[in-house]
């Protein structure tokens, strides 16, 4: 069974300050993949990242980044200078490759960012 | 034009009632899935279909039906609504072809079950 656990509930920060979101994952496999999406206000999923499991690397995109450690099964996303309108609820998702003929996400139950100024 | 439209975005109605939402892509992915999201709780698997003759249970399937009308098309049924299906529910797809097989979701119907 594969299973993707976020800890943090609820994230309160202000305005410029850095914050990190958890998420730690469970799985058998050996090929996996691992999903960060954020759900704004209005709702919808946006992507914002994909890592498969033979890359450790970790990734960078203007403010955001991302830290994959496979000896703790972690992949955890940082905000740098966090602004309002990263207020939202962020969601890590696992997708391992071979489970049977699933090829579906599993997802954590979400972090909620709010961000003040 | 949104590549994964659903249809309606929201919808309030009454216990007992049936309920169709749907879901079409332009895409040309093969797979499709239905979701529902319930706070705390995250997004959790429906039904979902590899091809328009492949339909799968998921995690919750209970209460629910899917049809396949299409490639591009698919909808969610409930037969007799019931409160706890009060939720957001997202389509979302993806394309076999693809490795990593990332999904594209919808923008979410939220239904109400009164």
């Known amino acids: 069974a594969q299973k993707v656990t976020q800890a943090q509930t609820e994230i309160s920060v202000v305005e410029k300050e850095d914050v990190t979101l958890d998420c730690v994952y469970e799985t058998r496999d050996t090929t996996y993949y691992l999903f960060w999406y954020k759900q704004p206000p209005s709702g919808e999923l946006v992507f914002l990242i994909r890592?498969?499991?033979?890359?450790?690397q970790n990734e960078i995109s203007g403010r955001y980044s991302w830290n994959f450690q496979k000896s703790t099964s972690s992949f955890n996303f940082t905000i740098t200078a966090s602004q309002v309108v990263d207020s939202a609820v962020y969601f890590c998702a696992l997708r391992t490759v071979y489970t049977g003929t699933a090829s579906k996400l599993t997802f954590g139950t979400g972090t909620r960012l709010q961000v003040t100024l | 034009d949104a590549d994964v439209t659903q249809t309606p975005r929201n919808r309030i109605t009454k216990t007992g009632k049936r309920i169709m939402l749907e879901c079409s892509q332009t895409k040309g992915h093969d797979r499709m899935y239905w979701y529902r999201q319930d706070p705390g709780l995250g997004l959790r698997l429906i039904y979902y279909?590899?091809?328009?003759?492949?339909?799968n249970k998921g995690e919750i399937s209970d209460g629910y039906s899917v049809s396949r009308q299409a490639q591009a098309k698919f909808s969610l049924s409930l037969e007799s609504a019931i409160p706890n299906q009060t939720a957001l529910y997202f389509c979302?797809?993806?394309?076999?072809?693809?490795?990593?097989?990332?999904?594209?979701f919808g923008p979410g119907t939220r239904l109400t079950v009164l």
């Open positions: 279909s590899f091809d328009v003759k492949d339909i």
């Open positions: 890592r498969n499991s033979f890359d450790e």
């Open positions: 979302a797809t993806s394309d076999s072809g693809q490795d990593y097989n990332e999904q594209f």
